[in-house]
């Protein structure tokens, strides 16, 4: 699986950014999910938010439920994670990762996308 991931950027607290990864290549299909995780400067890769493609199910990390919001298009092999009310401590390096439900929740996904910048200002 290649993932191709984008939409970074500046934006002050409070605002809002939607990054994009799209899925190319053999993909997981239907037991298949996509997720984001996130490092910060200095910290080890944390998980931010996956999206799995049969139910469709989600499941959040700690430190970003009730501001993300993680969706899929089915028909474009994208997800799609909304950042809404932006803090400084939410600036880190996005990655698109990609792989089964459990392997994600893990923190092993075996297919990893560039990393996007997301800079928050306060």
């Known amino acids: 699986v290649q993932l191709q991931a984008s939409g970074g950027g500046l934006v002050q607290a409070g605002g809002s950014l939607r990054l994009s990864c799209a899925a190319s290549g053999r993909t997981f299909g239907g037991s298949g999910s996509m997720a984001w995780f996130r490092q910060l400067p200095g910290k080890e890769r944390e998980f931010v938010a996956v999206f799995s493609w049969s139910g469709p199910s989600t499941y959040y990390g700690d430190s970003v439920k009730g501001r993300f919001t993680i969706s899929g298009n089915n028909a474009k092999n994208t997800v799609y994670l909304q950042m809404n009310s932006l803090k400084s401590e939410d600036t880190a390096v996005y990655y698109c990762?990609?792989?089964?439900?459990?392997?994600?929740?893990?923190?092993?996904?075996?297919?990893w996308g560039q990393g996007t910048q997301v800079t928050v200002s306060s």
């Open positions: 990762a990609a792989d089964k439900w459990r392997t994600v929740l893990a923190g092993r996904p075996g297919s």
